[in-house]
Protein backbone atom coordinates (compact mmCIF):
# COMPACT_ATOMS: atom_id res chain seq x y z
CA UNK A 1 0.00 0.00 0.00
CA UNK A 2 3.11 2.26 0.95
CA UNK A 3 4.13 2.12 -2.82
CA UNK A 4 0.73 3.75 -4.05
CA UNK A 5 1.20 7.64 -2.27
CA UNK A 6 1.64 10.09 -4.66
CA UNK A 7 0.44 7.86 -7.79
CA UNK A 8 -2.70 7.62 -9.72
CA UNK A 9 -4.52 4.15 -9.80
CA UNK A 10 -6.72 2.68 -11.78
CA UNK A 11 -9.11 0.76 -8.81
CA UNK A 12 -12.41 -1.68 -8.80
CA UNK A 13 -15.51 -0.47 -6.52
CA UNK A 14 -15.78 -3.85 -3.84
CA UNK A 15 -18.04 -1.91 -1.50
CA UNK A 16 -20.35 1.53 -1.26
CA UNK A 17 -20.48 2.80 2.42
CA UNK A 18 -22.56 5.55 4.22
CA UNK A 19 -19.63 7.87 3.10
CA UNK A 20 -18.09 6.67 0.27
CA UNK A 21 -16.42 3.42 -1.71
CA UNK A 22 -14.15 0.75 -0.94
CA UNK A 23 -11.33 0.78 -3.79
CA UNK A 24 -9.29 -2.40 -4.97
CA UNK A 25 -6.53 -3.33 -7.10
CA UNK A 26 -3.65 -5.57 -6.68
CA UNK A 27 -1.77 -3.29 -4.69
CA UNK A 28 -4.29 -3.11 -1.91
CA UNK A 29 -7.63 -1.51 -0.89
CA UNK A 30 -8.32 2.26 -0.28
CA UNK A 31 -11.24 4.29 0.52
CA UNK A 32 -13.33 7.15 -1.63
CA UNK A 33 -15.20 9.67 0.27
CA UNK A 34 -18.43 10.71 -1.60
CA UNK A 35 -17.32 14.19 -2.44
CA UNK A 36 -13.53 13.34 -3.43
CA UNK A 37 -15.57 11.15 -6.08
CA UNK A 38 -16.14 13.02 -9.47
CA UNK A 39 -19.23 10.37 -10.09
CA UNK A 40 -21.92 8.21 -8.34
CA UNK A 41 -20.29 4.53 -8.66
CA UNK A 42 -21.54 1.24 -8.20
CA UNK A 43 -19.70 -2.19 -6.98
CA UNK A 44 -17.78 -3.06 -9.40
CA UNK A 45 -17.33 -0.32 -11.31
CA UNK A 46 -13.61 1.13 -12.21
CA UNK A 47 -12.55 4.17 -11.56
CA UNK A 48 -9.18 6.19 -11.53
CA UNK A 49 -7.83 7.93 -8.10
CA UNK A 50 -5.09 9.69 -6.69
CA UNK A 51 -3.51 7.61 -3.75
CA UNK A 52 -2.69 10.64 -0.59
CA UNK A 53 -1.98 9.99 2.93
CA UNK A 54 -3.94 12.08 5.45
CA UNK A 55 -2.26 13.28 7.88
CA UNK A 56 -3.17 10.85 10.55
CA UNK A 57 -0.82 8.20 7.68
CA UNK A 58 -4.12 6.90 6.53
CA UNK A 59 -4.06 6.55 3.14
CA UNK A 60 -6.82 8.00 0.89
CA UNK A 61 -8.15 8.17 -2.36
CA UNK A 62 -9.58 11.34 -4.66
CA UNK A 63 -11.28 11.51 -7.71
CA UNK A 64 -9.41 14.79 -8.11
CA UNK A 65 -6.04 13.91 -10.45
CA UNK A 66 -3.67 16.47 -9.90
CA UNK A 67 -1.13 17.68 -12.74
CA UNK A 68 1.70 17.12 -9.79
CA UNK A 69 2.41 13.53 -8.73
CA UNK A 70 5.17 11.26 -8.06
CA UNK A 71 5.66 10.58 -11.65
CA UNK A 72 4.83 14.50 -13.38
CA UNK A 73 5.30 17.70 -12.40
CA UNK A 74 2.55 20.22 -12.66
CA UNK A 75 1.48 23.56 -11.67
CA UNK A 76 -0.27 24.33 -8.17
CA UNK A 77 -0.87 27.34 -6.35
CA UNK A 78 0.33 28.56 -2.73
CA UNK A 79 -1.93 28.16 -0.61
CA UNK A 80 0.03 29.66 2.54
CA UNK A 81 3.25 29.78 4.30
CA UNK A 82 4.54 28.89 7.63
CA UNK A 83 8.09 30.68 8.72
CA UNK A 84 11.06 28.58 9.35
CA UNK A 85 8.23 25.27 7.77
CA UNK A 86 8.03 26.28 3.93
CA UNK A 87 5.02 27.01 1.94
CA UNK A 88 1.73 24.46 1.43
CA UNK A 89 0.37 24.14 -1.95
CA UNK A 90 -2.69 22.97 -3.26
CA UNK A 91 -3.06 19.77 -5.45
CA UNK A 92 -6.46 19.32 -5.64
CA UNK A 93 -7.25 16.65 -3.04
CA UNK A 94 -7.94 17.80 0.70
CA UNK A 95 -4.71 17.74 2.00
CA UNK A 96 -1.94 20.54 0.92
CA UNK A 97 1.07 19.07 0.10
CA UNK A 98 4.40 21.05 2.03
CA UNK A 99 7.09 22.84 0.17
CA UNK A 100 9.94 22.20 2.33
CA UNK A 101 12.12 25.42 3.27
CA UNK A 102 15.01 23.49 2.05
CA UNK A 103 13.44 23.84 -1.52
CA UNK A 104 12.61 27.48 -0.83
CA UNK A 105 15.10 30.15 -0.81
CA UNK A 106 17.19 31.10 1.40
CA UNK A 107 15.37 34.84 2.33
CA UNK A 108 11.68 34.73 3.42
CA UNK A 109 10.23 37.86 1.55
CA UNK A 110 10.97 35.63 -1.53
CA UNK A 111 8.67 32.91 -0.28
CA UNK A 112 5.43 32.59 -2.46
CA UNK A 113 2.65 33.95 -1.31
CA UNK A 114 -1.35 32.27 -1.19
CA UNK A 115 -2.19 32.37 -5.13
CA UNK A 116 1.48 32.39 -6.31
CA UNK A 117 1.88 29.09 -8.09
CA UNK A 118 4.84 26.40 -7.91
CA UNK A 119 5.85 23.68 -10.71
CA UNK A 120 6.23 20.85 -8.30
CA UNK A 121 6.58 17.34 -8.47
CA UNK A 122 5.68 15.27 -5.58
CA UNK A 123 7.64 12.50 -3.25
CA UNK A 124 7.77 11.17 -0.32
CA UNK A 125 10.13 11.13 3.16
CA UNK A 126 10.58 8.32 5.51
CA UNK A 127 7.65 8.49 6.62
CA UNK A 128 5.72 8.14 3.75
CA UNK A 129 4.37 11.61 3.77
CA UNK A 130 4.07 13.43 0.29
CA UNK A 131 5.98 16.49 -0.17
CA UNK A 132 6.35 19.11 -3.22
CA UNK A 133 9.57 19.72 -5.30
CA UNK A 134 9.77 22.14 -7.03
CA UNK A 135 11.39 21.94 -10.72
CA UNK A 136 15.24 21.99 -11.26
CA UNK A 137 17.36 24.24 -14.09
CA UNK A 138 17.34 20.71 -15.84
CA UNK A 139 13.49 20.14 -15.70
CA UNK A 140 12.30 23.60 -17.08
CA UNK A 141 15.45 22.82 -20.00
CA UNK A 142 13.74 19.51 -20.90
CA UNK A 143 10.38 20.95 -21.03
CA UNK A 144 10.71 24.61 -22.43
CA UNK A 145 10.38 25.64 -25.92
CA UNK A 146 12.44 27.72 -28.31
CA UNK A 147 11.57 31.47 -28.39
CA UNK A 148 11.00 32.58 -31.82
CA UNK A 149 12.98 36.00 -32.90
CA UNK A 150 9.73 37.70 -33.18
CA UNK A 151 9.52 38.26 -30.00
CA UNK A 152 12.39 41.15 -29.08
CA UNK A 153 10.65 44.35 -27.69
CA UNK A 154 7.41 42.56 -26.62
CA UNK A 155 6.30 42.03 -23.33
CA UNK A 156 5.28 38.33 -22.37
CA UNK A 157 4.08 37.05 -18.65
CA UNK A 158 5.53 34.13 -16.82
CA UNK A 159 5.69 32.10 -13.15
CA UNK A 160 9.12 32.40 -11.38
CA UNK A 161 10.79 29.39 -10.89
CA UNK A 162 14.08 30.21 -9.87
CA UNK A 163 15.11 33.84 -8.14
CA UNK A 164 18.66 34.85 -6.69
CA UNK A 165 20.75 37.71 -6.07
CA UNK A 166 22.13 37.49 -9.63
CA UNK A 167 18.61 37.31 -11.50
CA UNK A 168 15.02 35.79 -11.73
CA UNK A 169 14.63 32.66 -14.12
CA UNK A 170 10.68 32.41 -15.26
CA UNK A 171 8.67 29.75 -17.63
CA UNK A 172 5.73 31.65 -19.71
CA UNK A 173 2.43 30.33 -20.45
CA UNK A 174 4.38 29.55 -24.13
CA UNK A 175 7.13 27.29 -22.26
CA UNK A 176 9.54 29.91 -23.01
CA UNK A 177 12.25 30.19 -21.04
CA UNK A 178 13.39 33.92 -19.57
CA UNK A 179 15.78 35.44 -17.40
CA UNK A 180 15.58 38.57 -15.50
CA UNK A 181 19.40 40.09 -14.79
CA UNK A 182 19.42 42.30 -11.61
CA UNK A 183 20.25 45.05 -13.15
CA UNK A 184 17.01 44.71 -15.00
CA UNK A 185 14.54 44.50 -11.99
CA UNK A 186 14.12 47.42 -8.73
CA UNK A 187 13.25 44.19 -6.34
CA UNK A 188 13.32 40.33 -6.52
CA UNK A 189 10.11 38.56 -7.10
CA UNK A 190 8.70 36.23 -5.31
CA UNK A 191 8.98 32.89 -6.61
CA UNK A 192 5.92 31.48 -7.86
CA UNK A 193 4.91 35.23 -8.64
CA UNK A 194 3.27 36.17 -12.06
CA UNK A 195 5.77 38.84 -13.78
CA UNK A 196 5.12 40.76 -17.06
CA UNK A 197 8.70 41.61 -18.98
CA UNK A 198 9.73 43.41 -21.63
CA UNK A 199 11.66 40.84 -24.05
CA UNK A 200 15.42 42.76 -24.70
CA UNK A 201 17.39 39.88 -26.21
CA UNK A 202 16.00 36.90 -27.91
CA UNK A 203 19.27 34.60 -27.42
CA UNK A 204 21.09 31.92 -29.84
CA UNK A 205 19.98 29.24 -27.44
CA UNK A 206 16.37 30.23 -27.57
CA UNK A 207 16.03 31.85 -24.27
CA UNK A 208 15.16 35.46 -23.67
CA UNK A 209 16.47 38.04 -21.83
CA UNK A 210 13.53 40.60 -19.91
CA UNK A 211 13.75 43.64 -18.38
CA UNK A 212 10.74 44.37 -15.87
CA UNK A 213 12.06 47.91 -15.88
CA UNK A 214 10.19 50.74 -18.14
CA UNK A 215 11.33 52.20 -21.04
CA UNK A 216 14.04 54.82 -20.37
CA UNK A 217 11.68 57.86 -21.39
CA UNK A 218 9.34 56.62 -18.89
CA UNK A 219 11.71 55.55 -16.25
CA UNK A 220 12.94 58.69 -15.57
CA UNK A 221 10.18 59.96 -14.13
CA UNK A 222 9.97 57.35 -11.52
CA UNK A 223 13.77 57.52 -10.77
CA UNK A 224 13.60 61.08 -10.46
CA UNK A 225 10.80 60.76 -8.05
CA UNK A 226 12.63 58.14 -5.96
CA UNK A 227 15.77 60.20 -6.11
CA UNK A 228 13.44 63.78 -4.57
CA UNK A 229 11.45 61.10 -1.75
CA UNK A 230 14.94 60.13 -1.07
CA UNK A 231 16.02 63.46 -0.28
CA UNK A 232 13.07 64.88 1.61
CA UNK A 233 13.50 61.41 4.18
CA UNK A 234 17.21 62.83 4.42
CA UNK A 235 16.74 66.23 5.41
CA UNK A 236 17.13 67.68 1.63
CA UNK A 237 20.55 66.56 1.34
CA UNK A 238 22.57 63.46 -0.06
CA UNK A 239 26.23 62.56 -0.51
CA UNK A 240 25.13 61.46 -3.96
CA UNK A 241 25.59 62.91 -7.28
CA UNK A 242 26.60 61.95 -11.23
CA UNK A 243 30.44 61.37 -10.13
CA UNK A 244 29.23 58.81 -7.64
CA UNK A 245 30.66 55.38 -7.45
CA UNK A 246 28.08 53.13 -9.30
CA UNK A 247 28.35 50.30 -6.76
CA UNK A 248 27.05 53.02 -4.54
CA UNK A 249 24.08 54.12 -6.42
CA UNK A 250 22.60 50.70 -7.05
CA UNK A 251 23.01 49.54 -3.40
CA UNK A 252 21.05 52.91 -2.22
CA UNK A 253 18.23 53.55 -5.27
CA UNK A 254 18.62 50.13 -7.00
CA UNK A 255 18.76 51.86 -10.72
CA UNK A 256 22.12 52.27 -12.74
CA UNK A 257 24.50 54.90 -12.66
CA UNK A 258 23.38 56.04 -16.10
CA UNK A 259 19.61 56.27 -15.00
CA UNK A 260 20.68 57.97 -11.85
CA UNK A 261 22.48 60.46 -13.87
CA UNK A 262 19.08 60.99 -16.35
CA UNK A 263 17.57 61.41 -13.30
CA UNK A 264 19.71 64.10 -11.45
CA UNK A 265 19.71 65.56 -15.23
CA UNK A 266 16.06 65.99 -15.18
CA UNK A 267 15.38 67.37 -11.63
CA UNK A 268 18.41 70.08 -12.21
CA UNK A 269 16.80 70.97 -15.52
CA UNK A 270 13.76 71.44 -13.65
CA UNK A 271 15.76 73.84 -10.99
CA UNK A 272 14.80 71.24 -8.22
CA UNK A 273 18.10 70.29 -7.25
CA UNK A 274 21.36 71.23 -6.93
CA UNK A 275 25.10 69.55 -7.11
CA UNK A 276 27.84 70.72 -4.79
CA UNK A 277 31.23 69.69 -2.84
CA UNK A 278 29.86 66.22 -3.93
CA UNK A 279 26.62 66.67 -2.38
CA UNK A 280 23.00 66.91 -3.77
CA UNK A 281 20.38 68.83 -2.04
CA UNK A 282 17.36 70.42 -2.79
CA UNK A 283 16.99 73.98 -3.99
CA UNK A 284 15.98 76.60 -2.22
CA UNK A 285 13.12 77.31 -4.61
CA UNK A 286 11.88 74.32 -4.09
CA UNK A 287 11.83 73.79 -0.43
CA UNK A 288 9.94 77.53 0.02
Do not use: C
Request: aromatic share 8%.
Amino acid sequence: MKNMVGTIQHMTVSGVTGTGYMLENNFGRVHLDREESLAELEAGDSTEVFIYPEKSGKLRASGKLPEASLETYGWSEVAGTVKGLGAFVDIGTTTEILVSADDLPLFEQVWPKSGDKLFVKLETDRKNRLLAIPASENVIDDIREWAPDQLYGQTVKGRVYRTSKEGTAIITDEDYRGFIHHQERKEEPRLGELVEGRVIDVKEDGTLNLSLRPLKQYSMGDDAEQILEYLQGKGGRMPFTDKSDPEDIRTTFQISKAAFKRALGKLMKEKKIIQEDGWTSIADNDEK
